[in-house]
Each structure stands twice: as C-alpha cells, then as structure tokens.
C-alpha cells in the first residue's frame, strides 16, 4: 500500500500534520502506537486559544476549564511571594487524552485514516517499517515526541545530554466538580493555573492546573542535577507538592506520569532531509519559559503538512513567531535553570522590602549585578 504522506505519531504535532495534508487533498496514513492518541501523553496542560486557531477551528475544542486566573509563586525556604495574573487572552486547561482525541479526529473528518496500537520500528527511503509490515509514502512527517529514537537513528539529531533535558513528573487527583470549584474559589467553567518557581527542597519548576473534577499538581528539574541530588522522580514530586497538600486532602490519587522534555533542538537538530520532516517534541520545540510545547507543536506540524520540499519548511519554522521565540529563549532558558535559587529569593526580598520600606537586604545582591544585566541582556533578546 502506498500514502501520498505518512505521519508517524498522533499527539498535537502528528494530527496537525495529518489534517493539513488531507485538507489539501493528500492520501494520508497517520500511525499512532497508543492504543488510542493522547494514551501515552504526559501533559499538564494548559493551552492558548491563539495558538491552536491558526491551525483548528477552536468552537469546540473539548476544555477542562477556562483559565481566569494565573498566579505565579516564588518560594524559597523562608519566604514565599505571590503575584496574580488575569489573562486578557483565552487559556484553556484540558485532558491531553479528550484534547488528543479531538486533534485525531479532526485529521480523521479531513480525510486521514488513523491506525492505533501499532509501533514504526524502522524508515528505508520512502518506506516506513512498522511490525505490522512496511508502507511506503512520498512525505514522511515524524512526530514520535521526545523520545526520538527514529528521528536519531535517522541521523536527523543526537540524543540530547542531562544537562539539556528536563524531568517532568505529574499526579492527578480526582474528586467530584463542587469540591475542586470549593477549594480554588472558582465558579462555572472558571479555572485556574498556579506557576511555582522554587529552590527549597530542590531547585525547581512546577505548576498546579484546575480541571473539571480533578487538580494536577506537577514539577520539573534538570536530569543532571536530579542525578547530583540523587533523588527519585517520585522523591521530587513529593517534595515539591508538601506545602500545597491541603489542596487535595481528600482526593484519590487518578494519574502518575512522568516524561522528558527537551531544553535543546531546531535548528541544532535537522528539521528535514529529502522527504522525511521531523515536528513537535521530537525536534525541540517546547518553550520552557510559559511551560507551552503544545502551540510549538501543533504550528511545526501544520508547516511540515504544508511544507513543499525541506529548504521551505526550515525557512517557515524560522519564520514562525511560535517557533522562533522557543529558539530565541534557549540562551536565557540554559543561565536561569542554575539560577532559580537567586531568583526564587530576589524575588521575595525584593517584594518584602518594598512592602516593608526598606531595601537595605538587597545589598546583598550587588555582586550579582553582572549576572543579572546579563540575563536582562538575553531576556531583551526574546522579546519580538
């Protein structure tokens, strides 16, 4: 059997892929080896309506809940501080299971045939080897996620190093909708999403996101410096989660999950050679500084469906603003993962001395000067 296109992987970047190559009319085959998409992700997740618009009609996107309020956290030993953010732009928590489903069945209704539970074990020139048998197509997008074992033994990319990889471990507890709207002072559809810079057991990233019935609580550490620590993934989370304990006293444990994301890729990897294009997490793209490698996602597959040959779809990923501000963010990305400890305390002394009128402890951050007016430096460089 041959495809006009065959995409390897039904997640956010694989179905985005697949829709825009059978919407212009392209004999599609999207293989997915979960046994059905969204079964093997790991995500938080809170996405932006912007982003997926520009690829998917979003009026029935199946949401969790509508994001109203964000806030952030800085929490060190001692202190903890708090700002609250009230988005002017529609954000949305969903179930990567119902949200992936959707994406496939929206490639499905375009024409697309999705087969599930099987594995693609090998690519041979146009011809994917999969251990059902083989199938040739005359594009090949993979979007098999971080862990890109075909996309490396391809030679497209390396495997990425510890210190270029972040660990993320996520639990879900379930209870009944009252409960979840009781506890976090929401009503109706309103949600809300918690972002937790910290030092203190360990330095670290985590979020807190709002769904119907049930609140996910998850964190993120570099593997080198989990592997320095010495500590489990299960060890981190539980550190992490301690001060936020009350929120789900009560709530049964749903979920455990853990994944790898990346801190490094395009245009250090090779987005394409000859007919085969590589998308989503499999190439890098997740922008670690607003927690967002869906909206990278799904924009790196459209461009691979839509790309004519390989110089245009590096071009476009360069050319999109989604893509751009991921590479853009790296630099500053790899000198504040070290510094989340200066910056979990400058925060809080900073807010507690302007509170209380005296600035004097900030003294203690003049040697630090350099380094601060360097990370502004690079931070002046992501923005657009």
Request: charged share 25%; proline share 4%.
């Amino acid at each position: 059997m041959k495809y006009d296109a065959i995409v390897i992987g039904a997640g956010p970047s694989g179905s985005a892929s697949a829709y825009t190559l059978a919407k212009n009319g392209y004999k599609v085959l999207l293989i997915e080896r979960g046994s059905e998409p969204g079964a093997k992700n790991v995500s938080g997740a809170m996405i932006r309506e912007s982003e997926i618009s520009k690829v998917f009609e979003t009026k029935d996107i199946p949401f969790e809940r509508i994001v109203k309020r964000v806030r952030l956290i800085f929490r060190s030993k001692d202190d903890e501080s708090e700002i609250v953010v009230k988005p002017k732009s529609k954000l949305y928590t969903i179930s990567r299971l119902k949200f992936d489903k959707w994406l496939a069945q929206r490639a499905e209704s375009a024409g697309a045939l999705l087969i599930t539970k099987t594995t693609v074990t090998g690519i041979e020139g146009n011809k994917v080897i999969t251990e059902r048998g083989s199938v040739e197509g005359d594009k090949i997008v993979i979007a098999e996620g971080a862990n890109a074992l075909l996309s490396m033994s391809l030679g497209l990319r390396r495997e990425l190093k510890n210190e270029e990889t972040v660990l993320g471990v996520k639990e879900v507890y379930a209870s009944t909708r009252n409960e979840v709207e009781k506890r976090f002072n929401l009503q109706g559809d309103e949600g809300e999403s918690w972002r937790i810079i910290t030092d203190y057991p360990f330095p670290s990233a985590g979020f807190i996101y709002t769904y119907k019935d049930s609140v996910a609580i998850g964190v993120g550490a570099r593997v080198d410096e989990i592997i320095t620590m010495g500590i489990r993934p299960f060890e981190l989370l539980d550190s992490f989660k301690t001060p936020y304990a009350e929120l789900v006293k009560g709530f049964s444990l749903r979920e455990y999950s853990a994944k790898i994301i990346p801190e490094n890729g395009f245009p250090s990897f090779k987005p394409c050679e000859g007919s085969v294009y590589v998308a989503g997490d499999a190439l890098g793209l997740v922008d670690p500084l607003t927690f967002d490698g869906i909206g990278p996602a799904i924009i790196s597959g459209y461009l691979a469906g839509k790309a004519e040959n390989c110089y245009s779809y590096s071009k476009m990923l360069f050319e999109a603003r989604e893509i751009s501000k991921v590479i853009k963010s790296r630099p500053l990305v790899k000198e504040l993962l070290p510094n989340i400890g200066l910056y979990s305390h400058l925060v809080n002394d900073f807010l507690t001395s302007w509170v209380e009128g005296d600035f004097s402890k900030l003294k203690y951050y003049k040697s630090s000067l350099g380094k601060l007016m360097k990370h502004l430096i690079l931070g002046l460089g992501v923005i657009e």
